[in-house]
């Protein structure tokens, strides 16, 4: 059964910084490619990053790109967004799913709220 258990979130000032967490388990996490999605209040799943399994490529959204950085540990099956220079607009529940560009499946997710 896969589960992922994201940690990190909380509340920041505009142009803060937070870094992100997700353990995995019930799968070959080192084999997998994973991503970080986010939900904004009212608003649709939005993919943001992803990571490969072996060469580690990263991809990322637009809207995330120059100040959100993906990476992984795989000994410890831990996924890591750091995001940087936060905005209004990032206020979101946070969440890591399995795979490429993926939705699903995904963890219960954690809150950053970006706010003065």
């Known amino acids: 059964e896969v589960r992922l258990v994201e940690s990190g979130g909380g509340l920041v000032q505009p142009g803060g910084s937070l870094r992100l967490s997700c353990r995995a388990s019930?799968?070959?996490?080192?084999?997998?490619?994973m991503s970080w999605v986010r939900q904004a209040p009212g608003k649709e799943l939005e993919w943001i990053s992803s990571t490969t399994a072996g060469s580690g490529n990263v991809f990322y959204a637009d809207s995330v790109k120059g100040r959100f950085t993906i990476s992984r540990d795989n000994a410890k099956s831990t996924l890591y967004l750091q995001l940087n220079n936060l905005k209004t607009a990032d206020t979101a529940m946070y969440y890591c799913?399995?795979?490429?560009?993926?939705?699903?499946?995904r963890g219960q997710g954690t809150l950053v709220t970006v706010s003065s």
């Open positions: 019930g799968f070959t996490f080192s084999a997998s490619s």
């Open positions: 799913a399995k795979g490429l560009r993926a939705l699903a499946p």
